[in-house]
C-alpha cells in the first residue's frame, strides 16, 4: 500500500520507516509472549524516532514529502490504538502514573487521528490525489441508509432516549447517527466476496471504525473527556463496534477494553444501558 512513499530515497523519509519498525515490533509481541517486553522495548525506541522524525519534517511540508508525512501520522495513529488493547504495556502504565482506563476516556489517540486533517490540510489536494488516493476513498458511504442494511440499527437507535432532554442533544444525535451509518458500513462487507472487500486496495471494513472518529463532531470528544454519561455511552456502543475487527491482531481486545473503561467509570446506575456491549465483546 505503501509502495509509492519510498520511490525516492531520501533521509526526510526514515521516519516512515521507523513508524512500520515500530508496528512490526508490536506484532512480534503479539506473536510471541515470551519475547513481549523486549520487543515492546524496540516498539517505543523505533516509535520515538519516528515521532521525531515526522515533527521536524512537518515545518517543511510540500508536495515532495506529503505523502510519507501522511503515512508516518498514520503509523503514529496506530502505534496509539495498538496500546489499548491486548497490547497495552503495564510498566509504561506505572511509569506514566496514568491507567489504561483513563487512557481510553481521555482518547488520545482518537485527537491524534482527527489532527491529521489540520497537519496535512496544505497539501491535502496531492494527497488525494497521489500514490495512496486509494486511502481517501469513501466508496458508498454517503449512499448508506442504516435502519436499511443492520440487523442491530434498533438496538443502537434504542440509546438516543437517554439524552431526550440534553442541551448537548443535537451533538449526540449526530455521533449516534454516525455510529448507525458506520455498522451498516463494516457490516455490508461481511458476508462480500475478498475482492469486495479489498476493491479500494486495503479492506474497507477496517475503515469504518476510524471514519466514525473523524467525522464525529468536535463537541463529543470534550463531552467525552468531562465524562457525561451520555457521551460514554455512545464510546461503549462504539467499542462493541470495534469488537468487529477483534480477528485481527492490532485490533484485538481494543473493544473489550473501551466497553470495560467505560462501564467501571459510569458505574451500576448505568448498568442497564452498558449490558449490550458488553454482552458484544465478552464481559457478560
Known sequence: MFGGVFSQRSPSRIHVMHGLLSLTALHLAHLKPAKRRSSINDAIWHHTIAIEGFYKAIPHISPENSDALFVSAILSFFYAFLTIGDLH??????????????????ASWMRLLRGIEAVLAPVYENLRFGPLITLFSLGNWNEIEPDRVTSTDKQLASIRQIWEDDKHLEVYDICLFLLRKT???????????????????????????FMWVFFAPEEYFDLQRQRQPAALIILAYYGALLQ?????????????????AVDNALGPFWAPWTLWPKGIVGLV
Open 244 to 260: 468487529q475487527l477483534d480477528e485481527y491482531w492490532w485490533a484485538k481486545g481494543s473493544g473489550k477494553s473501551i466497553v470495560s
Open 183 to 209: 455498522w451498516a458500513w463494516m457490516e455490508q462487507f461481511q458476508n462480500s466476496a475478498t475482492s469486495s472487500k479489498t476493491g479500494c486496495g486495503y479492506n474497507r471494513a477496517w475503515s469504518g471504525p
Open 89 to 106: 504495556d503495564d510498566s509504561d502504565e506505572q511509569q506514566r502514573g496514568i491507567s489504561q482506563e483513563s487512557r481510553i476516556l481521555l
